[in-house]
């Protein structure tokens, strides 16, 4: 190994600790603060694309999910609006 790859390897350790941690912050989370955070990143999706719309550019390709999940998340949004 090489004097000059220290450097990296030290780099890449502390972000795969820093992973890591990460991580295991998500696994203690509760069902509901998951739920939460699903729910702000599906609005945040929702948002860019509405604002991507809005300037007169296309939607991203590949599209940030399969039709199946989009039908999926329209459904149970459908379901969850009652």
Do not use: Y
């Not at 972000?15 to 945040?44: I, V």
């Not at 300037?55 to 940030?64: E, I, R, S």
């Amino acid at each position: 190994m090489s004097a000059d790859s220290l450097p990296i390897d030290r780099m890449t350790q502390a972000q795969q600790d820093a992973n890591e941690r990460e991580f295991q912050r998500l696994r203690e989370l509760s069902l509901e603060e998951r739920g939460q955070m699903l729910q702000a990143a599906c609005r945040a999706v929702a948002q860019i694309a509405a604002h991507r719309r809005a300037a007169g550019l296309p939607d991203p390709l590949p599209a940030p999910w399969p039709a199946s999940t989009l039908d999926f998340l329209k459904r149970h949004a459908a379901h969850v609006r009652r």
